[in-house]
């Protein structure tokens, strides 16, 4: 049986949590007190905009950047006051969530520059996009998520038992939720009976009573509800009956997650433990190295291949390469080996990385198709450990898979890593005789504007070494035409491209 463990360390810049199966490090969450989680928080807005050529509207929250509101994501029902009638779309969806607004009706015949209206951080934001938001309440607790504006009831597609399907209907049917309200029924709630569900039903309302409450004193923006932060949420996301232990490293924080786990599920209490000893939490579980493995672009598999991950503005894709595996003599043999070591791995990494969007996977050619089909199945089965949502295309006629994953939270690389300041984010840098040249060119184009008989040229040591050696004839070769003396002289704290003339 598999043992897994949820770690948690804290100090004071710094969140972080591993998610350890069998020593093997399966997730990783990082939270900084530099930056502020806004996905799930409920916020009262104002409409600040609306677009009508986009069918949405932005919202002023409070922040610096105003929220984005799409249409299909809009209720009338989270306005301060309702002046519209709304028609909607057939209630028997079967989805979970809210009916959409009708698409004949204009985002303008809906909202109003100046309006008040609840909403929620649906995701981050990104680059230079501001919070995606949604007026889809929604309250998640440990088994059941409620939507107060919705009378639909969703289960997680990943509890695929009819059976038990339909013993959660009735289970919840039975737990006192309000008629006028909807629910979904969250994977962890497999096998909890109406015990669990009353007191998670209370929890819930007693949270969106506390909610609308806020909403009748404050000023818009303002914000109602803070999604909990990254101890609590994981404690909530990710203690399920499968975890047989959470190990936190400070007190203030064990007993934190101690009420909390009183509060909504008693009898795993036993499995918290605060952790006591002197030598680092991560560095005792042999967290640490794991950790720095996220970021290299390169992951080596046991058999010899390698997987190669690099991340763009548009898509991630990741490359397949047999490397040194050469146990088969036959290529087609060798390439289905390499892709089905390759494929747990990549399975794991993209859930690891939190890699999101497109994400293109260049698997090694096979041309028999039912080798294909195995990839493709395990690549299915392996991604439904994932609990963000995603759809995985088959093979493309290029030999590509494709998969759309949910984007919610910040990447990890964007929170730990700045772009570098020689490659100014290209990640690469221009060659030691490339840069000389253009200092060559510089020279020459100050020369021309500036009549002197003698220059001082400031440049970076390895630059000016390049001057002095391979590039000196170049010098000389100026010094005669323009009738000048050209001094080289170095600064180690001058950038490697800069160039200053004194």
């Not at 936190?248 to 924080?253: Q, S, V």
């Not at 794991?290 to 991950?309: A, P």
């Not at 290029?398 to 490659?423: S, T, Y």
Request: charged share 30%.
């Amino acid at each position: 049986m598999a043992n897994k463990e949820i770690l948690i360390s804290v100090d004071e810049k710094e969140k972080r949590v591993a998610v350890v199966e069998n020593g093997q490090l399966d997730e990783f969450f990082l939270e900084r007190a530099s930056y502020e989680h806004l996905a799930g928080n409920i916020y009262k807005g104002k409409v600040a905009q609306v677009v009508k050529g986009m069918e949405a509207a932005f919202i002023d929250i409070g922040l610096a950047k105003n929220g984005f509101l799409f249409i299909r994501e809009f209720l009338s029902e989270t306005l301060k006051n309702e002046e519209y009638s709304v028609e909607v779309t057939d209630t028997s969806n079967n989805t979970g969530r809210p009916n959409p607004i009708n698409r004949s009706v204009g985002i303008d015949n809906l909202l109003r520059k100046g309006q008040d209206i609840m909403v929620q951080v649906l995701k981050e934001p990104f680059g230079t996009k501001g919070c995606r938001l949604t007026s889809q309440i929604s309250l998640p607790g440990r088994f059941l998520v409620l939507m107060p504006y919705s009378k639909n009831i969703g289960i997680s597609k990943k509890i695929t038992n009819e059976k038990e399907r339909l013993r959660l209907r009735s289970t919840l049917k039975e737990s006192g939720l309000p008629k006028e309200m909807g629910c979904i029924i969250r994977t962890q709630a497999m096998g909890m009976g109406r015990r669990e569900f009353v007191r998670e039903i209370r929890y819930l309302l007693r949270l969106w009573r506390n909610i609308r409450a806020k909403m009748t004193r404050n000023k818009a923006p303002a914000l109602m509800h803070k999604e909990y932060d990254l101890v609590l949420r994981t404690t909530r996301d990710a203690f399920t009956d499968d975890i047989s232990q959470i190990a936190i490293d400070t007190r203030d924080d064990y007993r934190r997650v101690l009420n909390f786990v009183k509060t909504l599920a008693p009898h795993l209490t036993r499995r918290l433990r605060l952790y006591k000893e002197k030598m680092p939490l991560f560095e005792k579980y042999d967290v640490e190295k794991q950790i720095e493995e996220i970021f290299l672009h390169k992951v080596s598999l046991k058999k010899g291949g390698y997987i190669v991950i690099e991340r763009t503005e548009a898509l991630t894709s990741i490359d397949v390469n047999s490397g040194s595996f050469v146990k088969t003599g036959r290529l087609e043999e060798t390439a289905f080996l390499t892709n089905m070591e390759a494929v747990r791995e990549i399975a794991r990494q993209i859930k690891l990385r939190d890699l999101a969007g497109i994400i293109v996977i260049d698997f090694i050619d096979m041309e028999n198709i039912s080798h294909q089909k195995k990839v493709l199945q395990v690549l299915t089965k392996e991604m439904e450990k994932d609990k963000a949502r995603l759809t995985i295309y088959p093979f493309s006629p290029l030999g590509l898979i494709q998969i759309a994953r949910q984007r919610v939270r910040v990447n990890l690389e964007n929170i730990i890593f700045g772009d570098c300041l020689e490659c100014k984010g290209i990640g690469r840098v221009k060659s030691i005789q490339t840069i000389a040249i253009n200092a060559l060119r510089q020279i020459k184009v100050f020369l021309l504007a500036n009549k002197k008989r003698f220059i001082k040229v400031v440049v970076h040591p390895k630059i000016a070494l390049r001057l002095f050696n391979e590039d000196r004839m170049a010098i000389t070769n100026l010094e005669k035409r323009m009738w000048v003396k050209i001094a080289i002289v170095t600064d180690e704290h001058l950038g490697i491209e800069e160039v200053k003339f004194l």
